[in-house]
């Protein structure tokens, strides 16, 4: 069975470039990630194929036309790579969020002119998170194509109140279930019901306390209105990556939530740091064959072009 990354970040140089040529400040570390440097990690560890987005922080600066740039030049080197490296690599498109047209406009590129595999969000762009309502024509438009859209966190647009903890320590695991919490109770998830969703990072703090979040329609009949299958019931149709969370404790929550069959490897390159070995994840304490699935049997779901073109 073949090991597959189902996230994994690239920074195309193109677009570092024209970051400093517009002298643009992320906010965030920007390290080398490029194919070669990846592919090199991926020989180390056995990872026969990964599945790529743009790291964090996207590309919104607060100008729709340069958040439309700089989506079809970060997507078109997406789509050249997945293009010469077909059983290598599979792309996920960046979109120009909160533009909606702009983003109506770039999934109709990404899918039907470069033949891209899927869509990567963010929790929130800018204050807006996904579910929010003025972003529904974006959802139905993936709904229609039955898409794979993996969700990664963003900070919020609120100061943390522990600012000296990196964000990702809090803040990303907690906007997740942000996120999770809006795309049920907006009635997203019932609306939407073909969208292959993964969540980063086992889905931060979602399933922990998904009892919890299921409880608030208990207590508000308009969210039960929007959610009438019950939360937890659209979050065991989600799919939970173990970048930066591969460890048996966190694997505990999703397993009992959803199932080891929901569960796919990441490894959240190049911000990981990965074990010495061969084993990028030596502590899931999983047996052979449920490893066999998180390790690649499971994400054939989400991208199967990518499955097949390893079978080959």
Same mark, same amino acid.
């Given at each position: 069975?073949?090991?597959?990354?189902?996230?994994?970040?690239?920074?195309?140089?193109?677009?570092?470039?024209?970051?400093? =040529?517009?002298?643009? &400040?992320?906010?965030?570390?920007?390290?080398?990630?490029?194919?070669?440097?990846?592919?090199?990690?991926?020989?180390?560890?056995?990872?026969?194929?990964? %599945?790529?987005?743009?790291?964090?922080?996207?590309?919104?600066?607060?100008?729709?036309?340069?958040?439309?740039?700089?989506?079809?030049? !970060?997507?078109?080197? @997406?789509?050249?790579?997945?293009?010469? $490296?077909?059983?290598? *690599?599979?792309?996920?498109? /960046?979109?120009?969020?909160?533009?909606?047209?702009?983003?109506?406009?770039?999934?109709?590129?990404?899918?039907?002119?470069?033949?891209?595999?899927?869509?990567?969000?963010?929790?929130?762009?800018?204050?807006?998170? %996904?579910?929010?309502?003025?972003?529904?024509?974006?959802?139905?438009?993936? &709904? =229609?194509?039955?898409?794979?859209? *993996?969700?990664?966190?963003? $900070?919020?647009? @609120?100061?943390?109140?522990?600012?000296?903890?990196?964000?990702?320590?809090?803040?990303?695991?907690?906007?997740? @279930?942000?996120? !999770?919490?809006?795309?049920?109770?907006?009635? /997203?998830?019932?609306?939407?019901?073909?969208?292959?969703?993964?969540?980063?990072?086992?889905?931060?703090?979602?399933?922990?306390?998904?009892?919890?979040?299921?409880?608030?329609?208990?207590?508000?009949?308009?969210?039960?209105?929007?959610?009438?299958?019950?939360?937890?019931?659209?979050?065991?149709?989600?799919?939970?990556?173990?970048?930066?969370?591969?460890?048996?404790?966190?694997?505990?929550? %999703?397993? &009992?939530?959803?199932?080891? &069959?929901?569960?796919? *490897?990441?490894?959240?390159?190049?911000?990981? !740091?990965?074990?010495?070995?061969?084993?990028?994840?030596?502590?899931?304490?999983?047996?052979?064959?449920?490893?066999?699935?998180?390790?690649?049997?499971?994400?054939?779901?989400?991208?199967?072009?990518?499955?097949?073109?390893?079978?080959?």
């Amino acid at each position: 069975m073949p090991r597959i990354d189902a996230h994994g970040h690239l920074i195309p140089e193109r677009y570092r470039a024209e970051l400093e =040529r517009l002298e643009l &400040e992320t906010g965030y570390p920007l390290p080398p990630a490029t194919p070669e440097i990846f592919s090199g990690l991926m020989d180390s560890y056995g990872i026969d194929a990964a %599945v790529v987005s743009l790291s964090p922080p996207g590309v919104w600066f607060g100008d729709p036309g340069l958040a439309r740039e700089l989506s079809r030049l !970060v997507n078109e080197e @997406t789509a050249a790579l997945v293009r010469e $490296q077909p059983a290598r *690599f599979a792309g996920l498109a /960046t979109l120009p969020l909160p533009d909606v047209e702009g983003a109506l406009a770039e999934i109709a590129y990404a899918y039907d002119e470069l033949g891209l595999d899927g869509v990567a969000l963010l929790s929130n762009v800018d204050g807006t998170y %996904v579910g929010d309502e003025a972003w529904d024509p974006v959802f139905d438009e993936l &709904e =229609r194509r039955g898409a794979y859209v *993996f969700l990664h966190p963003i $900070q919020p647009a @609120t100061p943390s109140p522990m600012p000296q903890a990196p964000v990702w320590v809090q803040e990303f695991p907690f906007d997740t @279930t942000r996120a !999770v919490t809006n795309l049920i109770y907006s009635g /997203t998830m019932a609306r939407c019901p073909s969208i292959r969703l993964q969540l980063a990072h086992l889905g931060g703090t979602a399933p922990f306390i998904a009892h919890r979040i299921g409880e608030w329609a208990g207590r508000d009949p308009s969210r039960a209105e929007a959610a009438p299958e019950g939360a937890l019931t659209y979050m065991r149709r989600m799919w939970f990556d173990t970048g930066l969370s591969n460890n048996p404790i966190a694997l505990a929550a %999703v397993r &009992e939530l959803a199932g080891v &069959e929901r569960i796919v *490897f990441g490894t959240d390159w190049p911000y990981a !740091v990965l074990p010495a070995g061969n084993d990028p994840s030596p502590e899931l304490g999983l047996g052979a064959a449920e490893r066999a699935l998180v390790d690649g049997a499971n994400v054939a779901a989400l991208v199967p072009r990518l499955a097949d073109a390893l079978s080959k």
